[in-house]
């Protein structure tokens, strides 16, 4: 009997492993972390609904079809509060069945956005009878005493009330999702922040911003103190570096360190939501920041949101949160996404402004930075036609996706950006130079010169052997030279434009010559597609005009495309 039990539990606890293995979750490549889905990295080639247009089935019925016409394989899907628990303690979960049922006709992945206490600062997903209830479930306050529409994080009703209709959503999902995985991550809240001040200055949250910084914080500070983010280690060590005292002798007395104290608060509360729903049902989890642009200060902005100079102390209450992840509406896209690729933190962007751009945007921000997913805000209102950027660019992404994910964080793949002020990057591969260019710096496209706006044009481009890449994109042409022959042309572009050595060379000007100096040259161009095991399908060569006669590699930006090249080299 002992030995029958003994085997029952070992099966069991295998079944158990099989099922985690089988849940969506994260695995390390190299400098690269992978979302897996159905044992497989998958990358979101996504979108976000608007944030009232899955509060129907109406809607949910008409939208989803046009998603799948989109290209999309996820759709980012807001679930409101206050719509499954309008009356307290009784939970409709309609809205998400439904949410569910549509993607698997139409052959979509969910990313659930839990609109809990709150969305975009304010606590406007919250249920009437908590909203009403203002004792119970109390608000924050302005410096002034001002109340406002924000739920505190220094209430543990408003955490028992909050958490209650998380665990019964993760739950519900649980149960009717645990096998099929529709849903494959859950962004915990929505663009956490306090508006109007930099913190909330109720009599609780005055309390603990005069008692002693949490062990937990100093000891974290002082463990990372040579990898903490740059902004946090110089304001710790301009305060003197303290490990020890309150929020203002450690940090200094200004409205940063208000914000810092509101972050340790606000992350310490999803923390806890977190431990809630993964003790039901463990999917990846995230939390979205809104931007601190355009030169506003902390309460101007929602201070204290997951913000990148803020992800130690996120990372250090929270550890539970996978990715801190940005909605970028502001200009300057590529440095916006450097400032959250970071060692500690995967790159996600689960809002980004909707427009043509981002189509090639998609493609920079997994080849650039291994990017787990990409998804543009109220995607329903893009246009339903094949030849939009966005659903040219999810449809060449979906054919790379296997070899994206199998180049990912080996050193070998980049991302392009290109627009009318930034048009060039040089790569650089052991002998070889990629000089990469926007579309419009060709001389003979009419368009180049008639002062019209052109469109971003990027790309990705993976070396797959020391003379073999992979280029997909928009947009970009791609010039191919050795170092010897890029440190020769430099070298003749010195000369004075009669032909004579500028001062500090040679008269003979022998270092303008050839001397025996490697070219490298382009032996094909092809068109190709990607079949599912991410081998390569011939399409056509492009040796002649399209390849300007050998001279380059090109994508023009009325499409999208992926090139396979092969160089080799001659004297």
Request: with cysteine.
């Amino acid at each position: 009997m002992k030995k029958i039990l003994i085997c029952i539990l070992l099966v069991n606890f295998c079944l158990l492993q099989a099922v985690a293995q089988h849940v969506p979750h994260w695995q390390k490549q190299g400098s690269a972390t992978q979302l897996i889905v159905d044992n497989h990295p998958y990358l979101i080639l996504g979108g976000e609904l608007g944030n009232s247009s899955a509060s129907s089935q109406q809607d949910i019925e008409r939208i989803f079809p046009k998603l799948q016409r989109l290209g999309l394989n996820t759709v980012l899907v807001p679930a409101y509060w206050d719509l499954i628990e309008a009356q307290e303690g009784t939970f409709d979960f309609s809205l998400i069945d439904q949410a569910i049922h549509q993607a698997r006709q139409n052959d979509l992945r969910i990313v659930f956005l839990w609109f809990g206490a709150w969305k975009n600062s304010m606590s406007c997903y919250a249920p009437l009878w908590f909203k009403q209830d203002y004792k119970k479930y109390p608000r924050v306050r302005t410096e002034s005493g001002k109340p406002l529409e924000i739920a505190s994080p220094f209430s543990e009703n408003v955490f028992q009330a909050d958490s209650k209709a998380f665990s019964a959503f993760m739950k519900h999902l649980a149960e009717t999702d645990g096998e099929r995985h529709t849903v494959i991550m859950i962004q915990v809240e929505n663009e956490i922040g306090m508006l109007e001040s930099a913190r909330d200055h109720s009599e609780e949250a005055n309390r603990l911003f005069n008692a002693p910084v949490p062990n937990t914080l100093l000891t974290y500070l002082t463990q990372n103190r040579k990898t903490l983010h740059p902004w946090l280690a110089k304001k710790w060590q301009d305060a003197g570096g303290k490990t020890n005292g309150t929020w203002q002798e450690v940090f200094g007395a200004d409205m940063y360190t208000d914000e810092i104290f509101m972050a340790w608060h606000y992350a310490s509360y999803v923390e806890r939501m977190i431990q809630c729903g993964r003790a039901i049902y463990n999917l990846p989890m995230y939390v979205n920041a809104a931007m601190n642009s355009r030169g506003r200060t902390p309460g101007e902005y929602p201070s204290a949101g997951p913000l990148a100079h803020l992800i130690d102390i996120w990372h250090c209450a929270a550890p539970g949160i996978d990715l801190l992840a940005p909605d970028l509406y502001d200009k300057g896209f590529t440095d916006w996404t450097a400032q959250y690729k970071l060692h500690n933190n995967p790159l996600f962007i689960p809002e980004i402004r909707l427009e043509p751009n981002d189509g090639v945007r998609a493609f920079y921000v997994f080849g650039e930075h291994d990017g787990i997913g990409f998804s543009p805000f109220s995607i329903e209102d893009a246009p339903d036609t094949p030849d939009y950027p966005l659903s040219q660019s999810y449809r060449k992404l979906k054919e790379l996706m296997p070899l994206v994910t199998r180049y990912q964080g080996k050193g070998v793949m980049k991302g392009l950006l290109f627009d009318q002020v930034d048009k060039e990057r040089t790569l650089e591969w052991d002998n070889t130079l990629l000089i990469c260019k926007h579309f419009f710096t060709l001389p003979w496209d009419a368009r180049a010169t008639d002062g019209s706006v052109w469109p971003e044009g990027g790309g990705l481009v993976i070396r797959m052997a020391e003379d073999e890449y992979l280029i997909a994109g928009s947009g970009i042409v791609i010039e191919f030279k050795s170092k010897e022959e890029a440190a020769l042309n430099t070298a003749q572009a010195k000369l004075g434009e009669d032909g004579f050595m500028l001062k500090g060379e040679n008269e003979q000007g022998d270092s303008t010559h050839w001397k025996g100096e490697k070219r490298i040259g382009i032996g094909s161009v092809d068109q190709v597609s990607i079949a599912t095991d991410g081998s390569l399908n011939f399409i056509r060569r492009l040796n002649g005009d399209q390849d300007h006669q050998g001279r380059h590699a090109r994508i023009g930006v009325d499409d999208f495309q992926i090139l396979h090249v092969k160089l080799y080299e001659y004297k």
